[in-house]
Nanobody, 124 residues
């Protein structure tokens, strides 16, 4: 099982970036895939996750970010970026699917495999 996250970079406030999480070694259906981010000095937080056709967004990104799946890749389209979106972004897979809920992505420890992280920096 492998996950590779890429697509981060530098964006201006109001700009857009698309993160990709290439997965291998397992089938995406019936699994939960989450996008997490961790800013300096802060805990890692789940910002968006998908399980089948179900998606979740935390309030701070709702309406700006969109999670989607195409074959074995999970995307996070990020529009309307803000300086507070600056963080290292990770994708993670929960192969049991037990982390899924409509209220949050579940805690990081419920995810079995992680991508390496990609830095997103948003300038004001």
């Amino acid at each position: 099982v492998q996950l590779q996250a890429f697509g981060g970079g530098l964006a201006q406030s109001g700009g857009s970036l698309t993160l990709s999480c290439a997965t291998s070694g397992f089938a995406l259906d019936r699994k939960s895939i989450g996008w997490f981010r961790q800013a300096p000095g802060k805990e890692r937080e789940g910002i968006s996750c998908v399980s089948g056709r179900n998606t979740y967004y935390t309030d701070s990104v709702k309406g700006r970010f969109t999670i989607s799946i195409d074959k074995n890749t999970v995307y996070l389209q990020m529009n309307g970026l803000k300086p507070e979106d600056t963080a290292v972004y990770y994708c993670a897979a929960d192969l049991s699917g037990t982390s899924w809920s409509y209220s949050d992505c579940g805690p990081p420890f419920e995810y079995d495999y992680w991508g390496q992280g990609t830095q997103v920096t948003v300038s004001s």
